[in-house]
């Protein structure tokens, strides 16, 4: 099967990230421009007929989305979680990067359940440049933080309504 966008533009970069669980396709395009010039988005596909074929079933934009956020620059699901990063979010100095959390509760049914940012976020930090999820832990790259990057750990225990950060790790060298 080829996924293409059922409103594809030109350089959307469709395709930067993707993840997939079961017969659910997750596909970040962090230049589309819904809420703003590279504000980015994420599309969800489903298949139903073993791969055959897959439908769009949602598209996806941060609840805050704007201009330059590149929203879906990293995508990951687990179960019917999805988490996306948008490293170039600004709300804590410019490119100090965010990452959302949504909750699949049906099949093409998707709410934004939390927005996640770094204990120590800072300007350049690039929270949310890579991001993976298992249960209830996310983990999320920011290869601007500290002096070569840095690569948090967070973990919620209330179902995903909010997430505590357990741990940042750094090379040792």
Do not use: C, W
């Amino acid at each position: 099967a080829k996924l293409t966008a059922t409103d594809a533009a030109a350089g959307d970069k469709f395709g930067i990230s993707v993840a997939v669980v079961g017969t659910t396709v997750v596909i970040g395009a962090y230049l589309d421009a819904d809420g703003g010039s590279e504000s980015g988005s994420v599309y969800i596909f489903h298949t139903s007929d073993g791969g055959a074929t897959y439908n769009q079933v949602a598209k996806l934009t941060a609840s805050d989305a704007a201009a330059s956020d590149q929203f879906g620059y990293s995508v990951a699901i687990d179960g019917k979680t999805i988490v996306a990063g948008a490293p170039y979010d600004d709300d804590a100095g410019s490119d100090s990067g965010s990452v959302y959390v949504f909750a699949l509760p049906a099949p093409t049914d998707f709410a934004e359940t939390a927005k996640l940012t770094a204990a120590d976020a800072a300007a350049t930090s690039m929270f949310g440049g890579s991001v993976a999820i298992d249960g209830n832990t996310v983990i999320i790259g920011a290869t601007g933080a500290g002096t070569g990057g840095s690569v948090y750990v967070l973990r919620t225990s209330d179902g995903g309504v909010t997430y505590d950060q357990v741990a940042k790790l750094m090379a040792s060298d």
